[in-house]
């Protein structure tokens, strides 16, 4: 398994992220990280923007698949349902990279088609990039509330500058 903290691509949102470009890649699933990724912090429903990104992917033939490590897991299963997309809970603050396999392993995907999209380096990237996915990340929807977050984004800063300015590799300039 590979051991990175530089995200493959970086967006400012996940509504940079285009179902088409990901199945020109070979991308048929995306794996997605709720809180601060898809959603605010507590917020209980889908925006309408996210449901039509979602169905921007699912047209482009790419499936999102939820992933959350929110301390109320319930959250996450009724969020999943309402966009109408499969997802994994877990409670546990670990990385990701089991519950990636195990997506895949639901959806019947491999690495090389599956891409994963996070607001966290230390969480979702690496995660990523141990399973073999394709790393995205996008910038926290939100830092206040909570003191920890400030300081875990900036120390988070350097790779996201480094996933920036390499980005051209892995997809398009």
């Known amino acids: 398994m590979a051991f990175s903290l530089i995200p493959d691509r970086v967006y400012s949102s996940i509504f940079e992220i285009d179902g088409t470009e990901l199945s020109r890649h070979g991308v048929s699933l995306l794996l997605a990280d709720l809180d601060n990724t898809l ?3 507590g917020q209980p429903d889908p925006e309408p923007a996210v449901q039509q990104w979602k169905c921007g992917l699912a047209e482009a033939g790419v499936e999102l698949f939820l992933l959350s490590n929110s301390r109320k ?5 009724h969020y999943a349902r309402c966009l109408e997309v499969p997802y994994l809970a ?3 603050l670990t990385l990701c990279v089991e519950y990636n396999f195990r997506a895949m392993e639901q959806m019947g995907r491999t ?5 994963m999209v996070g607001d ?8 990523a990039k141990r399973a073999g996915v394709l790393a995205l990340m996008v ?5 206040r509330g ?6 875990r984004y900036a120390v988070e ?3 996201r500058a480094l996933g920036s300015k390499l980005h051209c590799s892995k997809l398009h300039c």
């Open 139 to 143: 910038e926290p929807m939100e830092l």
């Open 120 to 127: 966290q380096i230390f969480t979702d990237i690496l995660g």
């Open 146 to 151: 909570n003191p920890g977050r400030y300081l």
């Open 157 to 159: 800063e350097p790779f």
């Open 39 to 41: 959603a605010k912090y």
């Open 73 to 77: 897991p319930t959250r996450a299963g």
């Open 90 to 92: 877990f409670t546990e």
């Open 111 to 115: 690495p090389a088609q599956t891409a």
